[in-house]
């Protein structure tokens, strides 16, 4: 059964770092497609994260450019985004999704809305606080 774990949540002061983790099971995620996306209180699910499944090409959304960064780690069979200089407006439901099994993913790529990535994970708080 393939599945999707984030962890690496919780609670941090402004400036601070964290690093959260999407393990996968049951396939193998180098193979694949993987986008982070976050959903804070009140607001629209936004993609901030992508990395490609052929040649691993990363890209990201304004708000964390320069601050967040997407990379696989293929010896625990995850993706990691690491963020730093964290502040209050990323506090946000952080969830991780796999891209790729459909043809339909194929067309937009790392653009692909919401409904295109073929498995998710169940997200994971992060708290931006003093």
């Known amino acids: 059964q393939m599945h999707l774990e984030e962890s690496g949540g919780g609670l941090v002061q402004p400036g601070g770092s964290l690093s959260l983790s999407c393990a996968a099971s049951?396939?193998?995620?180098?193979?694949?497609?993987v986008a982070w996306f976050r959903q804070a209180p009140g607001k629209e699910r936004e993609q901030i994260a992508c990395?490609?499944?052929?040649?691993?090409?990363?890209t990201y959304e304004e708000p964390v450019k320069g601050r967040f960064t997407i990379s696989r780690d293929n010896a625990k069979n995850s993706v990691i985004l690491q963020m730093n200089n964290l502040g209050p407006e990323d506090t946000a439901v952080y969830s991780c999704?796999?891209?790729?099994?459909?043809?339909?993913?194929?067309?937009?790529?790392?653009?692909?809305?919401?409904?295109?990535?073929?498995?998710w994970g169940q997200g994971t708080q992060v708290t931006v606080s003093s």
């Open positions: 990395i490609q499944n052929v040649d691993h090409t990363t």
């Open positions: 999704a796999m891209g790729g099994v459909r043809a339909s993913w194929y067309i937009r790529k790392c653009s692909a809305g919401p409904s295109e990535w073929d498995l």
């Open positions: 049951g396939f193998t995620l180098n193979m694949y497609a």
